[in-house]
T-cell receptor, first 116, second 115 residues
Framework: GAVVSQHPSWVICKSGTSVKIECRSL??????MFWYRQFPKQSLMLMAT?????????EQGVEKDKFLINHASLTLSTLTVTSAHPEDSSFYIC????????????FGPGTRLTVT | AQSVTQLDSHVSVSEGTPVLLRCNYS??????LFWYVQHPNKGLQLLLK??????LVKGINGFEAEFKKSETSFHLTKPSAHMSDAAEYFC?????????????FGSGTQLTVLP
């Protein structure tokens, strides 16, 4: 149990376009989900906390108008990278905090974004 | 506020020898602590977690870690390394023993296993 999926797993887009990444909790409900970013050979950095039915909470230095987060249901959060540029290329990982188990986040497999 | 320091960015061991990955933490509260493994271009897999129960925590694939409050440490060990253990390992601290709402990741330790 407690599986989190991400789609797509890998995406290439042209500079200036927008890309949407989906994060789904497959077998549990999650009021709270998280979006992380990981640069090559570096650790994960929390970008934002996604709350179902309310606005996301962004970490300092993360542009909320560039990284749009929508958490429309208890099993789905989306991250849209708007007007992508090459410096947005990265590995994006989501996680979900089950409503029934608040002491462990479950991580998705990640999405590799390459902006050309 | 909480923080975590992984003392080694790279560790290299021979197959069949013990593994020790070091982690120190800082937390204002009794923390939850986790070790995750990440294989290249893959997501995170939970190895084990400490949430204020037994101080010696056993995880998957033969890994274990001991919570030492006096030393603020949570080192990861394995008696005998496997080639398949080669990966990046992250020590993670949560905001409290019963909550993982706020996780802070260590910088990671790259484990190399030599034949």
């Amino acid at each position: 149990g407690a599986v989190v999926s991400q789609h797509p797993s890998w995406v290439i887009c042209k500079s200036g376009t927008s890309v949407k990444i989906e994060c789904r909790s497959l077998d549990f409900q999650a009021t709270t989900m998280f979006w992380y970013r990981q640069f090559p050979k570096q650790s994960l950095m929390l970008m934002a906390t996604s709350n179902e039915g309310s606005k996301a909470t962004y970490e300092q230095g993360v542009e909320k108008d560039k990284f749009l987060i929508n958490h429309a249901s208890l099993t789905l959060s989306t991250l849209t990278v708007t007007s992508a540029h090459p410096e947005d290329s990265s590995f994006y990982i989501c996680s979900a905090l089950p409503d029934s188990i608040l002491y462990e986040q479950y991580f998705g497999p990640g999405t590799r974004l390459t902006v050309t | 506020a909480q923080s975590v320091t992984q003392l080694d960015s790279h560790v290299s061991v021979s197959e069949g020898t013990p593994v020790l990955l070091r982690c120190n933490y800082s937390s204002s509260y009794s923390p939850s602590l986790f070790w995750y493994v990440q294989h290249p271009n893959k997501g995170l897999q939970l190895l084990l977690k400490y949430t204020s129960a037994a101080t010696l925590v056993k995880g998957i694939n033969g890994f274990e870690a001991e919570f030492k409050k006096s030393e603020t440490s949570f080192h990861l060990t394995k008696p005998s390394a496997h080639m398949s253990d080669a990966a990046e390992y992250f020590c993670v601290v949560g905001d409290s023993a019963g909550s993982a709402r706020q996780l802070t990741f260590g910088s990671g330790t790259q484990l190399t296993v030599l034949p």
